[in-house]
């Protein structure tokens, strides 16, 4: 069985609840684990659709599409957009 875990903000791994449910896991109960680290992952779940979406619409330069958009720069554009996702 290969299962994805996540480390949580206070460096806890999450199992997932089907990979609990299986192996019939509870609290207090331990498991030996095999640790691989990915490191050709994305930070986060990657969209090609929305990748590709995202480079027809700022085709060019980047820097002046935010600043056309009314940006001064990119962090202002990650800070205004971050609080939509």
């Known amino acids: 069985m290969t299962v994805t875990l996540t ?3 206070n460096n806890r791994l999450i199992v997932p609840q089907e990979t609990i ?3 019939h896991l509870e609290p207090g109960k ?3 684990v095999q640790i ?4 050709d992952a994305p930070p986060h779940k ?4 929305k990748f590709a979406a995202a480079l027809a619409k700022f085709e060019g330069s ?13 962090d202002e554009y990650m800070d205004d957009i971050r609080p939509k996702w």
């Open 62 to 74: 980047l820097r002046e599409q935010f600043l056309a958009d009314g940006y001064n720069s990119v």
């Open 36 to 39: 691989q680290t990915v490191t």
């Open 21 to 23: 449910d299986a192996l």
């Open 46 to 49: 990657s969209n090609p659709e």
């Open 30 to 32: 331990s498991v030996e």
């Open 7 to 9: 480390v949580d903000p």
